[in-house]
């Protein structure tokens, strides 16, 4: 066995595996919904925060740029799914948050992906994906401890 060798294969094939799930469902959400993964993304994140998600914030748990923030956030805007509230105190400041029409298309939307999700890993048993999540978040773990170690 050769452990940078195979990390390196690991890696492959878990980069392998992700795409083509997430291609999968942006192909999914296209037809379904008209719409796309980081519009989904987005309407994910402010469901997780009913109260609402500053603009910056956001984009942070996205981990995309204010740019693309700003532009999925006027679409949906546009389209009654979220509304922006004014920070009290703060004029630059914006909360993005969930409209009613939102939770529902939200909803409707989670629904579908979490089928799709459970159908196309049906072959992975309850109990090895429990397992392999357990793996997974001690390594993302180990990651962002490095991460803020190395910001500090």
Known sequence: MNGPKDRLRLWLRLLKVVRGIEGQLRE????????????FDMLAALSRHPE????SRLSGVLRVSNGNVTGIADRLADEGLVKRVPVP???????????????????????????????????VSAEDARAIATRLNSFAALVEEKENANAQ
Request: glycine share 6%.
């Open 89 to 123: 105190g703060d004029r630059r400041a914006i909360i993005l948050r969930l409209t009613q029409a939102g939770e529902v298309e939200f909803a409707r939307q989670a629904a579908a992906h979490e089928a799709w999700i459970d159908q196309m890993l049906a072959s």
């Open 52 to 55: 609402g998600l500053k603009m």
């Open 28 to 39: 999914n959400l296209r037809q379904d919904f008209a719409t796309t993964l980081p519009r």
